[in-house]
């Protein structure tokens, strides 16, 4: 079976632009969560979307927007970007219910100039 | 508040020694608790979990993990180190915060396995 993938694998973007990140689950998946990495915040709930619903978010602010598709596939789009918005960005998916566990893509690391 | 802590930022271990890593939680209800290790340049894997049930957990690479209520502590284990278990391990836990159920992280411990 095959794992998570994240598209694409390194990104160096300017303050200011937008950026889109994806994620494709692993097939039979229907939740999606995405998470911020960094050195100094470790890793950070951004939020999680379940059958094409956002259905729990953190507390970061609204330049940070996602969607689904009706494939479970995902997007993560982050417009104005700061220059502390350079992170690893990892998405996880998994069966949906709080006890299951979660299979994390090796992330898309983006870097703010 | 709820949240999970791990003391330690590394643990250092002679290969062939256990090991052990230590994680502390703090949740309203029953807790839901998983351990993952990061190796570098790569997303997390899953080790084991604790939903409910047997107190001792067994997970993959030989990992096992004990959940002590009492001791709100959910510590990771292994009997004998080895060297390529060197990585960075994430403990977390399931909490209800502001209406939204969300997978919190504690801030990792670097384990470091010497030969």
């Known amino acids: 079976k095959a794992g998570v993938t994240q598209t694409p694998r390194y990104l160096i973007k300017t303050r200011g632009q937008q950026v889109t990140l994806s994620c494709s689950p692993i097939s039979g998946h229907r939740s999606v969560s995405w998470y911020q990495q960094t050195p100094g915040q470790g890793l950070q709930f951004l939020f999680e979307?379940?059958?094409?619903?956002?259905?729990n978010k953190g507390n970061f602010p609204g330049r940070f927007s996602g969607r689904q598709f009706s494939n479970s596939r995902s997007e993560m789009n982050v417009s104005t970007l700061e220059l502390g918005d350079s992170a690893l960005y990892l998405c996880a998916s998994s069966r949906g219910e709080e006890y299951n566990e979660q299979f994390f893509g090796p992330g898309t690391r983006l870097t703010v100039l | 508040a709820q949240s999970v802590a791990q003391p330690e930022d590394q643990v250092n271990v002679a290969e062939g020694n256990p090991l052990t890593v230590k994680c502390t939680y703090s949740?309203?209800?029953?807790?839901?608790l998983f351990w993952y290790v990061q190796y570098p340049n790569r997303g997390l894997q899953f080790l084991l979990k604790?939903?409910?049930?047997?107190?001792l957990v067994k997970g993959s690479y030989g990992f096992e993990a004990e959940f002590n209520k009492s001791q709100t502590s959910f510590h990771l284990k292994k009997p004998s180190a080895l060297v390529s278990d060197s990585a960075l391990y994430f403990c977390?836990?399931?909490?209800?915060?502001?209406?939204?159920?969300?997978?919190?992280f504690g801030a990792g411990t670097r384990l470091a396995v010497h030969p």
């Open positions: 949740v309203s209800g029953n807790p839901y």
């Open positions: 604790y939903i409910t049930g047997d107190n």
């Open positions: 977390a836990v399931r909490v209800i915060s502001g209406g939204y159920n969300k997978l919190i």
């Open positions: 979307y379940f059958s094409e619903t956002q259905r």
